[in-house]
């Protein structure tokens, strides 16, 4: 870790990430190696307990081996714009936790915070829900317009390949003609919208598409490189044009809020 950052293996979780990465295609390989076998057994086993006992129902002892490791996709900074309670911009229609986005981690959400987050908005979301009066008129659901066939090919297939395309042109390294080529390929799947969807994974798929499409656009339109969000071609924070959120709306398309309009 030396080569990427002077703290070391104790960088921001972004940093080690990317070097991570860096070091997997520079040797080929699909992980690296922890090696924490410079501590006592005792420290480590009371230190890391669970981890530890982890690690050994995989054969490894982490008191004399090396873990291999690989950066996984840990937490989705942004998501559905709520207020204070929890409430999205469609009334009584709230978003907690992950999903939601509350304003209130920055661009690289510290760690543990989203625990704390969904219990703190879980609980307002409780009592405003608590206040709200009840409606007089019964809510229905349905398609807005007529739609035609099904959904091609099968759910479980398409949703390998959406992950592996993201991970490939929108994960923790990006730049533009990846992000465009992503974009292309998410946009020709947009027929899909005008399907008749029955199943559970049709709906959860069209979904997924969505969200990634958001995603990639958002990450296209955004030059420069700000907590996770990293483009390779546009490497440095740019607080003059980009301190700001992106806000992505069906009907208002692309908007932004500068930080401090909140
Ligand atoms: C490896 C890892 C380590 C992490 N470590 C930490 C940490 O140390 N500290 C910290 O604060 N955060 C940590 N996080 C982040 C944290 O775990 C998540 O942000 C948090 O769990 C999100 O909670 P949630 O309830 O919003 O979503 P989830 O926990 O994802 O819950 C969503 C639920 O909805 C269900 N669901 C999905 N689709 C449907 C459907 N169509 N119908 C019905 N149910 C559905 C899912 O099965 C799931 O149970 C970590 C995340 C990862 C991946």
């Not at 959400?109 to 709200?132: C, D, K, T």
């Not at 959860?204 to 071609?233: F, I, K, Q």
């Not at 700001?244 to 309009?261: A, P």
């Amino acid at each position: 870790m030396d080569k990427y950052h002077p703290q070391l293996e104790l960088a921001p979780r972004d940093i080690v990430a990317r070097a991570i990465v860096s070091e997997m295609e520079l040797t080929k390989s699909t992980y690296v190696y922890i090696d924490i076998t410079h501590e006592t057994p005792d420290l480590i086993k009371h230190r890391f307990p669970n981890i530890y006992e982890f690690c050994l129902n995989y054969g490894l002892d982490m008191t004399t081996d090396w873990i291999p490791v690989a950066p996984a996709a840990h937490y989705m900074m942004g998501g559905v714009r709520t207020d204070m309670n929890g409430e999205s911009s469609i009334p009584r229609l709230f978003a907690c936790g992950e999903v939601s986005s509350t304003g209130v981690h920055g661009a690289n959400r510290l760690a543990s915070n989203s625990l704390s987050e969904a219990i703190v908005f879980g609980r307002r979301i409780v009592e405003r829900v608590r206040s709200l009066e009840p409606l007089a008129r019964e809510a229905h659901t349905g398609y807005a317009s007529e739609r035609i066939g099904a959904p091609a090919g099968k759910m479980a297939e398409r949703r390998l390949k959406l992950q592996k395309l993201m991970v490939r042109f929108a994960g923790l390294r990006r730049e533009a003609h990846g992000l465009t080529k992503g974009l292309e390929e998410l946009r020709r799947q947009a027929p899909l919208y005008q399907t008749e969807m029955t199943t559970r994974e049709e709906f959860e798929y069209a979904n997924l598409l969505t969200c990634a499409t958001l995603m990639m656009e958002a990450a296209l339109m955004r030059e420069e490189s700000r907590g996770a969000h990293y483009r390779e071609d546009f490497p440095d924070k740019d607080d003059l044009f980009w301190r700001k959120h992106t806000l992505m709306h069906r009907e208002r398309g692309i908007g932004e809020e500068f930080i401090g309009d909140v």
